[in-house]
C-alpha cells in the first residue's frame, strides 16, 4: 500500500539553524515525490519535486530535498532557517502504480524562533 | 494576482442548510480538485476532474456534488450541512490530465463554519 508519513507534526528551531524535515514513503514503484509549503491563512505551493535522476533536488528559496530508494525517504533540508519559513509542510507522493492518486503527509509545522 | 479564485473567502452556515463553494482557474489547466483541511484530518483528497470529467472521488457522502460547467470552473455543493464538515476546502489544478507527477497549484480556500 502506498502512504507518506511525517514523523514530525512539529519542529521548533532557531533562526539560522540548520533544518531537516523527515519524509518517509511507501511505494513499490518509481515514486514521484513533493514538497509542498502552506503559508498561514493560504493554499499550498510546490517547493520541489523529484521524479528521477540526481538524488538531491533544489527548490525554491534555498530548500533541498535527498531522495533515498534504500531508506524510502525524501527528506527536506535548509542551511539556514530564516523566520519567513514559518509554515507548515507537507511531503506527497505520486506514482504510476498508484491508481493515479496522490497521498500526502500529516504534514510538519516548522516553527522559527527570533 | 490569484490565478485560481475560491469565493468566498469565509462562509458560515447552518446546520441543515446547502450551500455552493465556488472555484475559476486562468491557468488554462485541464485538471482540477477538491481538497479539504480540517483539524481532523490536515489535507484530505475529496474529487479529481479531467476536461470535466470527473477522475477520482474520494468522498464517501452523496452530500458533497461537484459542479463544472466550464473547463476553468469546478464548484463544489454540499447540501444537509453538519458541524463536522466546518473545514477549509482548497481548491486546485494542474496542467495535463491529472497524472501523479504533475505540480498541484492552489487556491486560498474557503473557510467553511457550520453552526
Known amino acids: 500500500a502506498q502512504s507518506v508519513t511525517q514523523p514530525d507534526a512539529r519542529v521548533t528551531v532557531s533562526e539560522g539553524a540548520s533544518l531537516q524535515l523527515r519524509c518517509k514513503y511507501s511505494?513499490?514503484?518509481?515514486?514521484?515525490l513533493f514538497w509542498y509549503v502552506q503559508y498561514p491563512r493560504q493554499g499550498l505551493q510546490l517547493l520541489l519535486k523529484?521524479?528521477?535522476?540526481?538524488?538531491v533536488v533544489q527548490g525554491v528559496n534555498g530548500f533541498e530535498a535527498e531522495f533515498s530508494k534504500s531508506n524510502s525517504s525524501f527528506h527536506l533540508r535548509k542551511a539556514s532557517v530564516h523566520w519567513s519559513d514559518s509554515a507548515v509542510y507537507f511531503c506527497?507522493?505520486?506514482?504510476?502504480?498508484?491508481?493515479?492518486?496522490?497521498?500526502f503527509g500529516d504534514g510538519t509545522q516548522l516553527v522559527v524562533k527570533p | 494576482d490569484p490565478k485560481i479564485i475560491q469565493k468566498p473567502k469565509y462562509l458560515v452556515a447552518v446546520t441543515g442548510s446547502e450551500k455552493i463553494l465556488i472555484c475559476e482557474q486562468y491557468?488554462?489547466?485541464?485538471?482540477m480538485y477538491w481538497y479539504r483541511q480540517s483539524a481532523k484530518k490536515p489535507l484530505e483528497f475529496m474529487f479529481s476532474?479531467?476536461?470535466?470529467?470527473?477522475?477520482d472521488n474520494q468522498t464517501a457522502s452523496s452530500r458533497f456534488q461537484p459542479q463544472s460547467s466550464k473547463k476553468n470552473h469546478l464548484d463544489l455543493q454540499i447540501t444537509a450541512l453538519k458541524p463536522d464538515d466546518s473545514a477549509t476546502y482548497f481548491c486546485?489544478?494542474?496542467?495535463?490530465?491529472?497524472?501523479?507527477?504533475?505540480?498541484?497549484?492552489f487556491g486560498h480556500g474557503t473557510k467553511l463554519s457550520v453552526l
Open positions: 486546485a489544478s494542474s496542467p495535463g490530465t491529472g497524472r501523479t507527477n504533475e505540480r498541484l497549484f
Open positions: 511505494y513499490s514503484g518509481t515514486p514521484y
Open positions: 523529484y521524479y528521477s535522476g540526481d538524488p
Open positions: 506527497v507522493l505520486g506514482g504510476l502504480r498508484s491508481n493515479n492518486r496522490i497521498f
Open positions: 491557468l488554462g489547466h485541464n485538471a
Open positions: 476532474y479531467s476536461y470535466q470529467k470527473l477522475m
